[in-house]
């Protein structure tokens, strides 16, 4: 697969953590995130670690009928090694890869497992991607009967040129239906992923897919900028000169125009690339991210964090379900984080978030770069005052130049 995991010391073959890593466990957030990684077709974009029924062939361990299980030994491998501290699930995600070509009943055990093994928090957010050709009226029913509450629809563009150039093979008029499906079966959150900057996609075309998007009503809309890695198809197709990536001033335009008109349609922004109607409508899994929570990445190269050490798995289903098969853990490599590399990761993603940067994160390079940044309008403070000082969050100028702004705060 294109993708590559990061260095990393070897991890134990119980997947046990060190002490430090269990301390505070249970006192903050906890979730887990589900890797499905089986696709009908690789897009030409996509590096995550996904593969196609050819790929894989007659791999042991690698069919989608035995994959449940797999996931479940870990599910039930992270408990051993959590230790029996009350530790009940605030967030399950479960993405891919496809994770609606796993039946209803497959993600019902996965579901299952988890309630069995440590509980949900009352009002727990669980969360499903699905892409719209993926599921029928009854799937999305079962889903919801089985325990799932929120969905995330992979809609990507609502113009048919952009979507063959994505390699995206669901109708466009299929995606306000599944919308209505999910809605009829009861899910209360559905949530729209939007690429724009795709080669060949105008400002029109971008604007026709927000209005697709909005007429559906989500209560969360992601909205990315594509960005083109490594080894996929896409990125030979660049090389080759068959296509051409749009400018940044063409990007930003598009991005502009996506907050325009989300605001104006009662979705705020709360992360870079995210909007949702309320508060509650937040991606609360996602932010277990930004905000350096706990969670435990259940999959074949999926990866985890808990109390400053990551993780990540072994890359192929079939390594994967032998080495659980055998009692072993499927973690391949970790890392256990420094106080600086912390530091840095939470400005990096708290920066992100409407909520802004505390200072107090700051060293004093960054800090004497602040008042720059507030006067060129990329940075605003938050109102909010800390016992350590203020919060700022970026302005949207400087959503824009998020990067340009990182660099500054961390030379």
């Not at 594509?226 to 000169?241: D, F, K, N, P, S």
């Amino acid at each position: 697969m294109p993708s590559a995991l990061p260095a990393g010391e070897p991890a134990p073959q119980d997947g046990a953590l060190p002490e430090s890593a269990l301390h505070g466990v249970g006192t903050r957030p906890f979730g887990l995130y589900v890797h499905v990684p089986f696709c009908t077709v690789r897009c030409g974009y996509c590096d995550f670690n996904t593969y196609t029924a050819e790929e894989l062939g007659d791999a042991p361990g690698a069919s989608r009928s035995t994959y449940a299980e797999a996931a479940i030994a870990e599910i039930r491998q992270a408990r051993r090694v959590l230790g029996d501290r009350d530790l009940p699930v605030s967030t399950v995600f479960l993405g891919g890869g496809t994770p609606t070509l796993l039946k209803p009943v497959d993600l019902g055990a996965i579901l299952a497992a988890v309630a069995s093994e440590f509980g949900f928090e009352d009002g727990a957010e669980v969360t499903t991607e699905s892409n719209p050709d993926s599921v029928a009226q009854w799937d999305l029913e079962e889903l919801r009967s089985v325990g799932f509450n929120r969905i995330s629809f992979g809609m990507q563009s609502a113009v048919p040129h952009v979507l063959a150039t994505l390699d995206r093979t669901h109708d466009p008029l299929r995606v306000p239906a599944v919308v209505d499906w999910a809605r009829a079966a009861g899910f209360e959150q559905v949530s729209l992923d939007l690429i724009y900057g795709t080669p060949g996609e105008t400002v029109d075309d971008w604007e026709v897919s927000l209005d697709a998007a909005l007429a559906c009503a989500p209560d969360h809309l992601s909205a990315y900028s594509l960005i083109v890695e490594e080894g996929t198809r896409l990125a030979r197709q660049i090389r080759g000169g068959e296509v051409a990536l749009p400018e940044d001033d063409d990007l930003a335009d598009k991005y502009e125009l996506a907050d325009e008109r989300l605001e104006a349609a009662g979705l705020s922004w709360y992360e870079v690339s995210n909007w949702a109607r309320d508060d509650a409508a937040r991606c609360r899994h996602n932010l277990l991210y930004w905000t350096g929570s706990d969670w435990w990445g259940i999959g074949p190269g999926a990866h985890s964090h808990v109390g400053g050490v990551r993780w990540w798995n072994v890359k192929h289903p079939a390594a994967y379900a032998d080495r659980l098969a055998a009692g072993d853990s499927p973690a391949l490599a970790r890392e256990v984080l420094d106080p600086e590399t912390r530091r840095v990761e939470r400005v990096l993603l708290e920066l992100r978030l409407r909520e802004g940067l505390s200072c107090e994160l700051l060293d004093d390079v960054g800090s004497k770069a602040v008042p720059d940044l507030v006067a060129r309008g990329l940075l605003a403070p938050t109102g909010v005052e800390e016992e350590s000082g203020r919060r700022l969050v970026l302005t949207r100028t400087g959503r824009l130049l998020a990067d340009a702004v990182l660099r500054d705060l961390l030379p």
